[in-house]
């Protein structure tokens, strides 16, 4: 069995993924009750627009259709590439600010931090015995997470991140991971090491394995480019933060990297700074960013990002108005995240119990 990543294996699995995507997109619109999300964050700064447009819209979405959802807020794994978890508890109180300021209900959600999960972390043993070193090296997002740290040595919690990710969708059962396209040999790791466990341990009943395989949604949102002109990324401070001012968003737009050319146009292949820049308008209104990219036309950089901060925050006004008032009452979201805590800790404990019991251990 080669699991070697090959430029041509991957094109065809994204096919795949795109294809089988749209059928469940259709069948949860048809049954949305055989589904559980498994969807979260790290902690590792606040959540900006790009996540806003690339997953938060979609969970509330998910969520809104009646799927049984899972919101992890991965505060272990922001130990895998720094030495310290920074100012973590602030942080993981934002994350938890933002989704619900977005629109997700917490009586329907469950919002848990990897932590407070004792059993979920106890099912990486079973899972780390069943894959192996050489194959964790070659996951590509490993690689990829390596590159990014440069060259600190790799930490044991870096290389097993994929196993962890595993534990995080199996301990609840998800069959459903709203993913980018980047994501997929995550996913695709958790599926062997499902399938693997049952083979290893579930023979007695194969119609009923410990762990359904999960599946990709992949999503279909593009990359939100940050005001340096790089993938905006809530640790490299090329942020808009959901939770800053209209002042603080306007003093930061205007210094976002644009090009010489004083005449607009959406052009995302050859002017990648302004288009992400009329594309995060295109959004905040629901237009054509073509037809915005015509109407500025000659009004330049400064016509650009003038409709740009006005776009952002109008759009951004009513999730930061309730994020003061969530933030205004700790004791509620202290409250919220303890529920969280407490819903995940009894699934874990079930699904331990099953993975005991499959593997004999349940003296
Ligand atoms: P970190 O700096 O810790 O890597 P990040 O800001 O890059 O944080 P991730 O936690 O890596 O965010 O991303 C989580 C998910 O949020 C991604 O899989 C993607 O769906 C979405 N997302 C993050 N950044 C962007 C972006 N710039 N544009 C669109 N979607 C994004
Ligand atoms: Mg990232």
Known sequence: MSLEPNTHDFEASLARSTQRSREIEAQVAKDPSKWRVLTGDRPTGHLHIGHYFGSLQNRVRLAGLGIDTMVLIADYQVITDRDGVGPIKERVYSLLTDYIAAGIDPEKVTIFTHSAVAALNQLMLPLLSLVTDAELRRNPTVKAELDDTGDRPMSGLMLTYPVHQAADILFCKANLVPVGKDQLPHLEQARVIARRFDERYGRFDPDAPVFPEPEALLSASGTILGLDGTKMSKSKGNTIELRMTADETAKLIKRAVTDSDRHITFDPENRPEVSNLINI???????????????????????????????????????????????????????????????????????????????????
């Open 281 to 363: 308008a295109a959004l905040c209104l629901d237009r054509d960013p073509v037809e915005i990219a015509t109407e500025i036309g000659d009004g330049g950089g400064g016509g650009l990002k003038k409709l740009v901060t006005a776009a952002v925050n109008d759009y951004f006004a009513p999730h930061r108005a309730r994020r003061a008032e969530l933030e205004a009452d700790p004791g509620y979201l202290h409250d919220l995240l303890a529920a969280g805590n407490a819903k995940a800790n009894e699934i874990a404990e079930a699904t331990l119990h099953e993975v005991r019991v499959a593997m004999q251990m349940d003296y």
